[in-house]
């Protein structure tokens, strides 16, 4: 009878470990599909994110029931965001791959590429647009009301660009670590 017992509780244990992690890998699949990652790609990460052991190609697919071709491109999607990384297994030539865990660390590799590559877009077509519209702005003999136009899209362009050079500054500073001097990994009362 105790032997059946200790069996039960086991299953039970191993049951709520199993239900714990499908509940989590769901959510970050569903909360990286929010910022533009597939959901596939978001409960692959988040498949890796609880093996607490490398993982191989096949490993996840048989995992995730999805074919090679699609997670070997899921994988690259993953390292090009810099959250899953390829590591080196003694004694085979299969590829492993492991996730970030640090959750801060996520945080800085995923979004802070993803603002970066916004701000430069942004800028980028800010300083196109304004050098258009400088042109209409110099020209003596455009009516008054494109001259008003040109001169109102210049402006609101203006305050658009003090936004991403913000922008910058904030990537920088999670980047260098500063935000933390601001707005600290834990509150002392979190703990």
């Known amino acids: 009878m105790e032997h059946n017992t200790e069996a039960l509780n086991q299953a039970s244990a191993e049951e709520k470990i199993s239900q714990a992690e499908d509940t989590m890998v769901n959510t970050i699949a569903e909360t990286m599909d929010l910022y533009?990652?597939?959901?596939?790609?978001?409960?692959?990460?988040?498949?890796?994110?609880?093996?607490?052991?490398?993982?191989?190609?096949?490993?996840?697919?048989?995992?995730?029931?999805?074919?090679?071709?699609?997670?070997?491109?899921?994988?690259?999607?993953?390292?090009?965001i810099d959250i899953v990384q390829k590591v080196w297994?003694?004694?085979?030539?299969?590829d492993y791959f492991v996730a970030e865990k640090?959750?801060?660390?996520?945080?800085?590799?995923?979004f802070c590429k993803k603002w970066e590559?916004?701000?430069?877009?942004?800028?980028?077509?800010?300083?196109?647009?304004?050098?258009?519209?400088g042109e209409?702005?110099?020209?003596?003999?455009?009516?008054?009301?494109?001259?008003?136009?040109?001169?109102?899209?210049?402006?609101?362009?203006?305050?658009?660009r003090k936004y991403y050079h913000w922008l910058q500054r904030l990537i920088r500073s999670i980047e260098s670590n500063e935000i933390y001097d601001y707005l600290p990994k834990e509150k002392p009362n979190d703990v």
């Open 102 to 110: 640090d959750y801060f660390q996520y945080f800085k590799k995923f």
């Open 36 to 80: 533009g990652v597939t959901s596939s790609v978001g409960r692959l990460y988040a498949t890796l994110y609880f093996q607490h052991e490398p993982m191989s190609l096949d490993g996840m697919k048989d995992k995730l029931g999805m074919s090679k071709p699609s997670m070997s491109t899921s994988v690259r999607k993953l390292q090009d």
């Open 117 to 133: 590559r916004e701000a430069n877009m942004f800028l980028d077509s800010i300083d196109y647009a304004q050098k258009q519209l």
């Open 89 to 94: 297994q003694k004694g085979t030539r299969k």
């Open 136 to 160: 209409v702005l110099d020209q003596a003999e455009t009516e008054a009301h494109l001259q008003q136009k040109a001169q109102l899209d210049y402006d609101q362009l203006e305050e658009a």
